[in-house]
């Protein structure tokens, strides 16, 4: 059973364009959720929460539809430090589930 | 800024060998993870840990895995007896109560088991 499901890419976008990650997840007992930003062989670093009356923070909008189970993560304004994996992460309890995570690459 | 901490940063192992990963969570964190990662592969939860016990745990986390904190700043997995399919990078999380369910994770253990 996968918790929480994303499209794993890879995204190749140009400088300067807006991206849009989705997710969804299956567990509608789930509490709160996340995107984290994970690095080539780094650790999950947290990129921001997400509220379900959405959350913006800076170049990246949050939102969450609990009625659709449904989480998205836009960025505007690509930069190429944005290029990474994006992670979507589900909570429960006190466990964590993990999205299989998005491919981004910021392309000059 | 205060961070979690994990050693050793590669271990190598042979297969059946008992290996110990320890990690530092941030002092005044109360909440503990621990988390693998296969290369190539999602983040995937092993265990919770509060109030000196397990909270939860994954399919994963079986009788070959255990947590310990034995000293009130480590927080260690032990793994008895290796697999060659245990080889994968261990992530070590806390999260205090302040910060509404942030964790903060280390840099994690390369685990490689010959």
């Known amino acids: 059973r996968k918790e929480v499901e994303q499209d794993p890419g890879p995204f190749n976008v140009p400088e300067g364009a807006t991206v849009a990650f989705n997710c969804t997840y299956s567990?509608?007992?789930?509490?709160?959720f996340f995107w984290y930003r994970q690095d080539c062989r780094k650790e999950p670093k947290l990129l921001m929460s997400v509220y379900s009356s959405g959350n913006e923070d800076g170049r990246f909008t949050a939102q969450l539809n609990r009625a659709s189970q449904y989480i998205s993560l836009l960025i505007r304004d690509s930069k190429l430090s944005d290029s990474a994996t994006y992670l979507c992460v589900g909570h429960t309890g006190n466990q964590f589930y993990f999205g299989t995570g998005t491919s981004l690459t910021v392309i000059p | 800024e205060p961070e979690v901490t994990q050693t050793p940063s590669h271990q190598v192992t042979q297969m059946g060998q008992e290996v110990i990963l320890r990690c530092v969570p941030i002092?005044?964190?109360?909440?503990f993870y621990w988390y693998r990662q296969i290369l190539g592969q999602k983040v995937e939860f092993l265990v919770s840990?509060?109030?000196?016990?397990?909270?939860?745990k994954s399919e994963i986390f079986d009788d070959q895995f255990s947590v310990e904190r034995p000293d009130g700043s480590n927080f260690t997995l032990k793994i008895r007896s290796t697999k060659l399919e245990d080889s994968a990078m261990y992530f070590c999380a806390s999260r205090g109560t302040e910060t509404y369910n942030e964790q903060f994770f280390g840099p994690g253990t390369r685990l490689t088991v010959l």
């Open positions: 567990n509608s007992a789930s509490q709160s």
């Open positions: 002092s005044n964190h109360l909440y």
């Open positions: 840990f509060y109030n000196n016990e397990i909270s939860e």
